[in-house]
């Protein structure tokens, strides 16, 4: 089965391929208002047909393409995303795609060790460095795709675009996963052995930034009001703003590998299926705190990172909250504390994690699952509590 990773290199310093990050940039900004078209973007072929004529001969015949593809493909993402587009982007970091594939075309690795890429004043063979973590993935490398090349901190780094051989997983040991807003993520495996993720901190620290996006945002209806320039304050905003993805992103990355990393080989990660309506819960202070929980991105993470060691799957949420994991009456959750009144207290978390471990057994062993795994364990998984 192949998969796709993203591997990083240390490229050496080179001024002729950072110069060709500037020029492909700088392409890209100037087609872009062509792309524009007055709020109705063009397709990736209307704007070949337009601007390839302008701008060939800065770049090679292959990169240049890439310039007008990955243009048109950011109006197309930003529209899809439900983005309103009311002026033209600005590519303002230098950065290229070079596509490598099997022919090598704008770079390809060396049997000598050497990273041979197109710039500007030719093709050049430059050093190039893998940090330990990536080699596993070169190492089991099928096809390199592309390599997209960023200037951070003054060195040049290459994302590597590559696809591996991994085995095909067999789904045998079954992961309850319970994901909630404080311990973000509990798993418990078959033999009851527990795995807490715990997402207080950034929860502690994104609340202290929206304290002072609030305020901010006060203070920028203020100026609005007053006529005055607000360039200053919305440019702290969108650094906050931007500043809280990448927290969330770079929580979401860390809980899925750690959760993955504690996986056996051969699991079957099992997620609720969760649904929020609009009823009585429907406020807007609710509504912003399910906003802020990312839940989904961490069961994409973990569906890309569980890759070749196991599969992911999902079963009902209904009562898995609600229900006592070892004699199966309702109980009663507030907060972390589950009361059973023939079983006592439990955490209520892992009281849900081993639910959604035990349903999806009986699911299993039913034949009831609408996708059921090619292989299944030879005996029963554990019911008892933690």
């Given at each position: 089965m192949l998969v796709e990773r993203t591997a990083q290199i240390l490229i050496g310093w080179d001024k002729d391929l950072a110069e060709t990050l500037?020029?492909?940039?700088?392409v890209q900004n100037e087609i872009s208002y062509v792309c524009f078209n007055n709020g109705e973007p063009l397709s990736a072929l209307a704007?070949?047909?337009?601007v390839y004529h302008k701008v060939k001969g800065r770049l090679n015949a292959q990169m240049t393409c890439t310039a007008i593809r990955l243009t048109?493909?950011?109006?197309?993402?930003?529209?899809?995303?439900?983005?309103?587009?009311?002026?033209?982007?600005?590519?303002?970091?230098?950065?290229?795609?070079?596509?490598?594939?099997?022919?090598?075309?704008?770079?390809?690795?060396?049997?000598?060790?050497?990273?041979?890429?197109?710039?500007?004043?030719?093709?050049?063979?430059?050093?190039?460095?893998?940090?330990?973590?990536?080699?596993?993935?070169?190492?089991?490398?099928?096809?390199?795709?592309?390599?997209?090349?960023?200037?951070?901190?003054?060195?040049l780094i290459g994302y590597v675009s590559l696809k591996i051989d991994v085995k095909e997983a067999k789904p045998i040991h079954t992961i309850g996963v319970d994901?909630?807003?404080t311990n973000a993520v509990v798993a418990v495996n078959q033999d009851n052995d527990v795995l807490f993720i715990t997402g207080l901190q950034r929860r502690m620290l994104n609340k202290r930034t929206f304290k002072?996006?609030?305020?901010?945002?006060?203070?920028?209806?203020?100026?609005?009001?007053?006529?005055?320039?607000?360039?200053?304050?919305?440019?702290?905003?969108?650094r906050l703003q931007g500043k809280i993805a990448r927290r969330t992103r770079d929580f979401c990355h860390t809980a899925a590998k750690r959760l993955v990393g504690w996986c056996p080989e051969n699991c079957v990660v099992v997620f609720e299926r969760l649904r929020f309506g609009q009823g009585k819960r429907g406020s807007k202070a609710w509504n912003r705190r399910?906003?802020?929980w990312p839940r989904g991105m961490i069961v994409r993470f973990v569906e890309y990172k569980v890759q070749g060691k196991g599969v992911v799957d999902f079963v009902d949420a209904k009562g898995t909250s609600i229900t006592c994991s070892m004699c199966g009456l309702k109980g009663i959750r507030k907060r972390h504390s589950f009361f059973c009144p023939n079983c006592g207290f439990m955490h209520a978390d892992i009281n849900a994690a081993i639910n959604i471990?035990?349903?999806?057994?009986?699911?299993?062993d039913g034949g009831l699952l609408s996708?059921?795994?090619?292989?299944?364990?030879?005996?029963?998984?554990?019911?008892?509590?933690?």
């Open positions: 500037r020029v492909f940039t700088e704007l070949h047909k337009k048109a493909g950011a109006y197309v993402s930003a529209k899809h995303n439900g983005h309103e587009i009311t002026k033209p982007f600005r590519f303002k970091k230098p950065y290229a795609l070079f596509l490598v594939g099997k022919r090598g075309r704008d770079a390809d690795f060396r049997m000598d060790g050497k990273l041979s890429i197109w710039t500007i004043r030719g093709r050049k063979k430059l050093s190039y460095r893998i940090p330990d973590y990536f080699k596993q993935y070169f190492e089991r490398a099928v096809l390199i795709d592309s390599i997209t090349v960023k200037i951070k901190k003054g060195k994901l909630n807003e002072t996006i609030k305020r901010l945002q006060r203070k920028l209806a203020q100026r609005k009001a007053e006529g005055s320039n607000t360039r200053s304050v919305v440019r702290a905003l969108k399910f906003h802020q471990r035990n349903r999806y057994a009986v699911l299993r996708t059921s795994p090619e292989a299944s364990p030879g005996g029963k998984p554990p019911t008892g509590g933690s």
